[in-house]
């Protein structure tokens, strides 16, 4: 996750027993290759780094993920058929997040190894079909034979549980992990999605890049834009540069962009990412003897 998950959370994460991502999208090449090494400084467990392929940079990053010898790829935002043989000839595993069974498909037959079907829940970027994680997983589940990582709106273990029930074979989980300790957000924003209420997030930005963010200033600046029949030039003047690092990093909460998921509402608490995983996996345990809730 761009401006939240760097080396410590990676790290944090992959050490407690899941897999941590560096996400790369907001970092510049050399920064990437700081974080790498950090990372493995930090754990001996695997890790892998988040390469959205319209980067523009995606080439440096992808040099430096090779030299580095990471083992775990997994590609966002762009075209699966681009790099994934590249990655593949050296002996890379690669996992392309998609929001369609349509996208799921094209990324099997690009050769990655599996898929992230990430639903309309989501924070960050998002599709704009708009298709719900309990309708997108065994859509995808049903149209490719590679393994499924269901993603969008999963802060909890019983959550986990139900994609599995519904085909997946793991989960990616976002938002939860931005209210971590490790996380290198700024304070306020995880304190912003504590306090996030039902209804408190919602896609914008559709002509341009769909993302799910709070409904702060920002927002109602973008909403009142686009009722006003604002061009996609017009909005994307607006966006203007480094609005994503204001809010999230630099905890501007009422003029940047503050990409969060509909699961913030389950999130109550700032947490060491090593606790959030043993929370999951104690409920997912709880999920699986007690299947059905308090029936
Ligand atoms: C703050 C934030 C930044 C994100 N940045 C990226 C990114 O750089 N690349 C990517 O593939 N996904 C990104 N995502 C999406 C997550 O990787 C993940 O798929 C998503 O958060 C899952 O949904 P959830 O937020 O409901 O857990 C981001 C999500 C958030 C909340």
């Known amino acids: 996750m761009v401006w939240a998950s ?17 996400g790369s999208g907001s970092m510049k090449p050399d920064v990437l290759l700081e974080h790498i090494r950090k990372c493995k400084a930090a754990t001996d467990k695997p890790f892998g780094v988040n390469v959205p392929l319209l980067y523009a940079e995606v080439e440096k990053h ?12 997994f590609t966002s935002a762009g075209n699966p058929a681009t790099w994934t043989t590249v990655l593949k ?11 369609s069974s349509k996208f799921a498909k094209k990324a099997e037959d690009a050769g990655c190894d599996a898929v992230v079907a990430e639903g309309f829940e989501a924070g960050g970027h998002n599709g704009r079909e708009e298709t719900t994680t309990i309708v997108l997983t065994p859509a995808v589940c049903n149209n490719v034979k590679i393994p499924v990582i269901s993603a969008g709106g999963i802060a909890t273990g019983r959550q986990m549980f139900a994609t ?21 957000s700024h304070l306020q924003f995880k304190q912003a999605v504590v306090d996030a209420t039902e209804g408190d997030t919602m896609l914008s930005l559709k002509q341009i890049v769909p993302v799910r963010m709070i ?23 607006l966006l203007g540069k480094g609005r994503a690092k204001k809010g999230m ?25 090593a606790k959030i995983v043993q929370q999951i996996w104690a409920e997912f345990a709880e ?6 809730h308090k029936m």
């Open 215 to 237: 409904k702060n200033t920002f927002f109602q600046e973008i909403q009142k834009a686009e009722a006003g029949g604002a061009s996609k030039e017009e909005l994307i003047q």
């Open 62 to 73: 992808l040099d430096i993920i090779i030299k580095e010898k990471i083992r775990i790829v």
């Open 164 to 184: 599995m029930v519904l085909g997946a074979e793991g989960v990616q989980m976002g938002s939860r992990f931005v209210a971590s300790e490790e996380a290198s």
């Open 6 to 22: 760097g080396w410590k959370l990676a790290s944090a994460v992959s050490n407690a027993g899941a897999l941590g991502l560096i």
């Open 287 to 292: 999920s699986l003897s007690q299947p059905l």
């Open 89 to 99: 000839e050296r002996g890379i595993i690669v996992v392309h997040v998609v929001s």
């Open 249 to 273: 990093f630099e905890g501007n909460l009422d003029d940047g962009e503050l990409e969060i998921g509909q699961s913030s509402i389950l999130i109550k608490d700032i947490l060491p990412a």
